[in-house]
């Protein structure tokens, strides 16, 4: 308990262990608890608080705080009685709390404190700045008085340079804190080259940094000469775009200056359209220009609607320091989102492509292999390619590959080659083609294949039924698609069998059939030896052309040599029967050469 009267020899031995005390504190904290002892031990109340004004959010806020209660409490720099000390830079003496309308009652209800009297007496610097307030509560001995008020007032005037001097420390260790946090937020943002993740975190850091509701990032295209929204944080994915030099953000760009606008609809440059847009109201807004390397425009970011008030100039320079130092991050997004567009597309059009390719790099490892790729090679998945050698993977049936690729080039086509993929033959044109950097440097090299093992199939398929080159015209695409001819001169070539129908009835159907199919193999042979087209079979007999649709000069001459052909062959074959116990058989061949109509006859669906 204090003495009712301190004379001025304890004064003074009191404000020297104020100092002394004071002088050996390490810390704001330490200094503040030591003050807040003293002062509640010299005066005789049950708790004492120091309250520290924040200067950027013009709020008290308590360090330090007698008793079990040591959480933090902040409220507006000019409310209850420790904010009207502040304020009115005046001392206070309350000795009935809820009857003082300064009085906050709501620091009791969060506390669970009873508040009775208060005394309150501004923290004063040297120089004369308040920088806070020291608050008494209920004095155990009766109600404070002016002495006490005057009392207190010496003893914090008497700590003022201590608890300046620990201020001012943490206030550049704070400082260096914040560069430090702002340069690893910077690196952290800057890393990011997805361009939508790498906004979206901007964006998060600025809306953190200013405190505010939203922040949006204009890019300017400079194909058209307008600004875009990249990415708006709450905007949902919309895209905004108008002529750079319309607006708020357009009067940014053009100036290349930052604005600061506490209030948006009271100023004619805003268009309240955006919000319309957008669903959002618009409060207030800080808009900063966006500069490269090279000191360049490229863009506009916003900062909208801050808690709590309108923007500052510190934070002006905030998002100024934050967006020129990311400013490169945001280029270099940009340009990884249009290489990865470009990937895409090129990757969409592989993917859409019936032949396969693959693509090796400088070293001879493959990089790409697209869809088709896949399917030509039997493979499940691009794993079981991708990062392969290419020598490694074409190998030994497909050795040739390699050995191409080695020694490539220029461009080079294959046709009608052969690879085997899982044991199974495929018939394939192959085209290797080097790929060249701007330089003229070699960089890998591209593997076009073909699948022709359908199309040959078919022909195979189509031989059997009319003549090869015929079917090779048709599967080309140059067979006439309509009904109708062409005139040309052409040799035709009639066989039959003589006696067929006694044959038949000796034979039966099942023998009929043998002898014709033995009969016709080796007369077939003999017509496309000689260039031939066999245009059909008729019962026994043949009908075969010379001149369509390959002409010849000597087409007559190759018809003769066919018939000469098929009688020695007829006799060859009687040979054979006759050693067989089979009857022989004869045939009649007879040849005319004239002006023929050769072409498509019968309906659009079915022709011959």
Request: hydrophobic fraction near 35%; include cysteine.
């Amino acid at each position: 308990m204090p003495t009712k009267k301190i004379s001025k020899k304890n004064i003074t031995e009191l404000l020297l262990k104020i100092s002394n005390d004071l002088a050996v504190t390490a810390n704001l904290d330490e200094a503040l608890d030591t003050l807040v002892n003293i002062t509640s031990s010299v005066i005789g109340a049950e708790r004492a608080t120091v309250f520290i004004n924040d200067n950027l959010t013009q709020e008290l806020y308590s360090r330090v705080a007698q008793g079990n209660f040591k959480r933090e409490i902040r409220f507006m720099n000019n409310k209850g009685v420790a904010g009207w000390s502040f304020a009115n830079n005046k001392g206070a003496i309350v000795n009935d709390a809820y009857k003082d309308k300064r009085f906050n009652k709501s620091v009791d209800m969060r506390t669970g404190y009873r508040t009775k009297t208060i005394l309150c007496a501004p923290l004063r610097t040297l120089s004369g700045e308040t920088v806070g307030v020291t608050q008494l509560l209920n004095k155990v001995s009766s109600d404070f008085n002016e002495k006490d008020l005057e009392l207190l007032e010496l003893m914090i005037e008497q700590a003022a340079i201590s608890i300046q001097s620990h201020v001012m420390i943490e206030q550049k260790e704070k400082e260096r804190q914040r560069e430090l946090e702002f340069q690893e937020i910077v690196s952290e943002v800057s890393t990011e080259i997805d361009l939508e993740k790498f906004i979206t975190k901007m964006f998060d850091v600025i809306c953190s940094m200013l405190e505010c509701d939203r922040a949006t990032l204009f890019m300017n295209d400079e194909k058209t000469n307008e600004l875009y929204v990249e990415v708006g944080k709450g905007l949902e994915g919309k895209q905004i775009r108008f002529p750079n030099s319309v607006g708020i953000a357009g009067h940014v760009f053009t100036t290349r200056k930052p604005l600061n606008i506490p209030h948006t609809y009271a100023d004619l440059r805003f268009n309240p359209g955006f919000d319309k847009q957008t669903g959002y109201f618009t409060r207030c807004l800080l808009t900063c220009p966006v500069r490269n390397k090279d000191g360049k425009v490229i863009g506009v970011t916003q900062a909208l609607n801050k808690r709590g008030g309108s923007f500052t100039d510190d934070d002006a320079k905030k998002m100024m320091a934050f967006t020129s130092q990311i400013s490169m991050g945001i280029e270099n997004a940009q340009l990884f989102a249009d290489v990865q567009s470009l990937n895409n597309y090129n990757k969409s059009m592989l993917s859409s492509m019936s032949n396969g390719v693959v693509t090796t790099d400088k070293d001879g490892f493959i990089v790409t292999c697209n869809d088709a790729g896949l399917k030509i090679m039997n493979l499940d998945s691009s794993e079981q390619i991708i990062k392969q050698k290419y020598n490694d993977f074409f190998k030994e049936e497909n050795q040739w590959v390699s050995e191409r690729i080695d020694n490539v080039e220029e461009a080079k086509i294959y046709m009608d080659s052969e690879l085997i993929f899982d044991g199974e033959k495929k018939s394939v044109n192959v085209t290797l083609l080097p790929l060249l950097n701007d330089k003229s440097e070699n960089i890998g090299t591209l593997i076009m294949i073909e699948d022709i093992s359908s199309e040959k199939r078919m022909k195979s398929t189509m031989s059997k039924y009319m003549d090869a080159d015929l079917a090779d015209q048709l599967l080309e695409g140059d067979g006439e698609d309509a009904l109708g001819g062409k005139e040309s001169v052409v040799t035709c070539l009639m066989s039959d069998i003589r006696s067929f129908t006694t044959i038949t009835e000796e034979l039966g159907a099942k023998g009929t059939v043998l002898l014709l199919n033995d009969y016709f193999t080796i007369m077939v042979d003999c017509i496309q030896d000689e260039g031939g087209m066999l245009d059909k079979f008729i019962g026994d007999a043949m009908m075969c052309l010379f001149g369509t649709p390959i002409a010849h000069e000597d087409d007559p001459d190759r018809a003769m040599r066919a018939s000469i052909k098929m009688m020695t062959e007829l006799r060859d074959l009687n040979n054979m029967r006759a050693s067989e116990g089979k009857s022989p058989i004869f045939h009649g061949v007879g040849l005319n050469t004239d002006l023929v109509i050769s072409g498509n006859i019968g309906s659009p669906k079915r022709m011959d």
